[in-house]
């Protein structure tokens, strides 16, 4: 390979760790040493015993039990450091595996230049098994290091043409030529399968543009178990920076991420309550517009539902009504006159205990037709309620399952739905509770059991819609009668008459 300049050897580096912060630590190190034509010329593995709980055993495997017996990183630091010295280094995501290992090289008093390395993750932009998947290379395995570094080297000879910097190899100081103390593999280990976060199997094939590949795996890691701390924040914060991603990079980041989670989750043909509730909490952590999430599943998850339009049913009419000719039908004078005459009740604005929303298109994204969404009051078009109040008979709708509001916690980051929308939302953990919150888990939190947390938290904002212009504002839910308009109507009526 033209690249590797005046190297002999390349050097594949895969890594598994107790997390993905610079606290945390290696619990598995493969080294596959190849020469300049992909041949396979040396390997080596070991696992390591970081001293601490090994984190996330859904992901590598290991248990406590299994590294008891594996060496420290000191004890292998020289031998991997002399293996290293003089080789182009290659990894998938290789910031992260120099970034960690060059972590422990330093509490090993080791110091590591790495050097120009390859990078495969941002010649394909997706996660190794996807990358190898496309281009026919049969892994030996997953999450394990020797796999991965294996499969990374074969995928590295696969895209080499998306490659054109010169490389320069890994400087190690000081350079011991030393054996290692003692190396521990998995041969021989029975291994445990712990089922993996829902929304970390979404992701599994989620792609990422090329610049913001790393963001996104680091993304995907962070946000599986459906909380976002301080700390993991500071870090997609740091390397946002070091990437050179502004706000609208992150942003945009943040979106694709969504969208892959959404494309995986659609692939069945059926959202179900928990696949919906995790995805609308994905959303909240990403401080993402869940109406992301909801215009793409709402389809996957209406039910038709047959509606009695008997006496006192609560009705709510919303967007613009056409009759056979292209005119437009009047709400007030025809609509609601209609409703009332058959002995329905007529709203304005939705509320939450309206029974039906009859809307010009049922598709729409009006607020109306959201609102009754997400709480799971049926929905029905002009032309079906129409001909059904005409017939006496009930009219068919469609209904969604309500799933309440994504919120996450302003103290720890935990995720979880909420009957309502607050402003400075506390889970039950942080407020003192003795019900579990939503750390670590998977399983969404039901509204039954926030309930109580939810009437402690302090006035949610309301979303009010103008009588006059259409346009909705927010402000501070309060007591007392709504305003009808908006702050800019009552400002030009004020300019208008000349009012103070």
């Known amino acids: 390979m033209s690249l590797l300049g005046g190297a002999d050897r390349i050097a594949v ?40 709980d090994p984190g996330p055993t859904w992901i590598h495997g290991l248990t406590p039990t299994m590294l008891a017996g594996a060496p420290g990183f000191d004890d292998i630091a020289a031998h991997v450091a002399a293996r290293l010295h003089g080789a182009v280094v290659v990894g998938h995501n290789l910031r992260f595996d120099t970034r960690m290992i ?13 050097g120009t390395g390859l990078d495969t993750l941002r010649a394909t932009g997706c996660k190794l098994e996807v990358a190898c998947a496309e281009y026919g290379i049969v892994p030996d395995g997953a999450h394990r290091a020797l796999f991965d570094a294996r499969a990374t080297g074969r995928l590295l000879f696969a895209v080499a043409d998306a490659f054109s910097r010169a490389c320069l190899p890994v ?27 829902y929304l970390a199997s979404l992701a599994r094939g989620v792609h990422a543009d090329v610049d913001v590949a790393s963001y996104a795996i ?11 701390t301080a700390e993991e924040r500071h870090e997609l914060t740091a390397l946002a920076t070091e990437l050179g991603l502004d706000d609208h990079g992150r942003k945009r980041a943040h979106r694709e991420f969504l969208d892959g989670l959404i494309d995986a989750a659609l692939e069945d ?20 517009d869940v109406n992301v999430v909801t215009r793409r599943t709402n389809a996957y998850r209406l039910t038709p539902e047959s509606i009695g339009l008997d006496a006192g049913l609560i009705v709510c009419f919303t967007g613009t009504v056409l009759d056979d000719f292209g005119n437009q039908i ?10 009332r005459q058959h002995g329905l009740v007529p709203i304005d604005r939705f509320r939450k205990d309206c029974g039906l929303v009859i809307a010009a298109d049922t598709a729409s994204e009006s607020k109306k037709v959201r609102e009754a969404r997400r709480l799971g009051v049926p929905v029905a078009s002009v032309a079906d309620y129409r001909a059904a109040l005409c017939a006496g008979r009930p009219v068919m709708g469609t209904r969604a399952v309500p799933n309440g509001v994504a919120q996450v916690c302003i103290e720890c980051g935990a995720s979880w739905m909420a009957v ?13 509770g003795t019900t579990q919150g939503s750390r670590g888990a998977d399983a969404p939190i039901t509204t039954s059991r926030v309930k109580p947390v939810v009437a402690q938290q302090p006035p949610a904002i309301q979303t009010l819609e103008c009588s006059q212009c259409n346009c909705t504002w927010e402000r501070p839910r309060s007591r007392g009668r709504r305003p009808l308009r908006c702050p800019g109507c009552l400002d030009a009526e004020k300019s208008t008459s000349g009012a103070p």
């Not at 580096?13 to 945390?24: F, H, Q």
């Not at 680091?218 to 946000?223: F, H, M």
């Not at 919906?276 to 993402?288: G, S, T």
């Not at 309502?420 to 003192?432: F, I, V």
């Open 171 to 197: 400087v190690a100081k000081p350079l011991r030529h030393s054996p290692p103390r003692r190396v521990l593999t998995r041969d021989g280990v029975i291994e445990i399968d712990v089922g993996a976060p």
């Open 330 to 339: 009047d709400r007030e004078s025809v609509l609601e006159c209609e409703a």
């Open 420 to 432: 309502r929308r607050s402003s400075k939302p506390l889970c039950t953990s942080c407020r003192g």
């Open 269 to 288: 043909g059926v959202v179900t309550e928990v696949e919906q509730e995790q995805l609308c909490r994905a959303a909240a952590l990403l401080e993402l």
């Open 13 to 52: 580096i895969d890594v598994e760790t107790t997390g993905l912060y610079n606290v945390d630590r290696v619990v598995e190190l493969a080294i596959v040493t190849m020469d300049s034509t992909g041949t396979v010329v040396d390997e080596f593995e070991t696992l390591i015993n970081p001293h601490r």
């Open 218 to 228: 680091l993304l995907d890691r962070a946000v599986a178990d459906l909380q976002l």
């Open 102 to 114: 060059g972590n422990e090289f330093g509490r090993a008093n080791i110091g590591i230049d790495w």
